[in-house]
Nanobody, 123 residues
Framework: QVQLVESGGGLVQAGGSLRLSCADS????????MGWFRQAPGKEREFVAA????????RYADSVKGRFTISRDYGKNTVYLQMNRLKPEDTAVYYC????????????????WGQGTQVTVSS
């Protein structure tokens, strides 16, 4: 069973950095694709980043490319989202997602979702 728990959200000034963590307490981490979505107030949920089971293939939304980095720690069953040069428009609840197929993760129909962590970027 996949259980995802996010942490690392908070309040940061524009231009600053945060690192989000998502721990998978199940036994599927090594074989699942992992990713991040976000949802701002009044807006639709949007894809942010994804990494396949190997971590070798990653994908990013254009809005975060070059600023955010997704990575995996197989010893800790954890996926990270390093967010640099944050902007006020990055303010959202960030969700960790997981599924066997990267296409399901990227398209937002993954079977497993975390509870979300709030990121607020002040101008």
């Amino acid at each position: 069973q996949v259980q995802l728990v996010e942490s690392g959200g908070g309040l940061v000034q524009a231009g600053g950095s945060l690192r989000l963590s998502c721990a998978d307490s199940g036994r599927t981490f090594n074989s699942y694709s992992m990713g991040w979505f976000r949802q701002a107030p009044g807006k639709e949920r949007e894809f942010v980043a994804a990494a396949d089971w190997s971590g070798g293939n990653t994908r990013y939304a254009d809005s975060v490319k070059g600023r955010f980095t997704i990575s995996r720690d197989y010893g800790k069953n954890t996926v990270y989202l390093q967010m640099n040069r944050l902007k006020p428009e990055d303010t959202a609840v960030y969700y960790c997602v997981a599924d066997r197929l990267t296409t399901l993760v990227v398209s937002g129909v993954a079977h497993h979702w975390g509870q979300g962590t709030q990121v607020t970027v002040s101008s």
